[in-house]
């Protein structure tokens, strides 16, 4: 069974999203709700995805894929957010992230990520 951890400061939509992983049959190893909940949990976890919010208070998304990456270029992080400004853009294009998925999205997108990757 394929497993992840889900990040957003958004109690309710991590809420969602965990109801959401368990229907595609991934195994939810652990929630948080700020980047260095993130690295911690990566850290701890290490689990086969990583959803990721990017605008959160204190540390940010941006924060957490930094240090995830540096812990393991390979990680597979994928970024959940509202967020469309070019600085934005600008700063993930240089910590690749595995996949961006703008909000509002359809939920067979969040099905055809956990398929790619419930093969690798």
Known sequence: MISAIIIDDDRDTVEVFVDYMKILNVNVL???????????????????????????????????????????????????????????????SELNPTKVLFKPFAPELLEEIVETYRNT
């Open 30 to 92: 652990a929630k948080g709700y700020c980047g260095k909940d993130a690295v911690e949990l990566y850290e701890k976890y290490k689990p086969d995805l990583v959803f990721l919010d990017l605008m959160m208070e204190d540390y940010d998304g941006f924060y957490a894929l930094e240090k995830i990456r540096k812990i393991n270029p390979d990680a597979k992080v994928i970024i959940v957010t509202a967020d469309l400004r070019r600085d934005s853009e600008q700063k993930l």
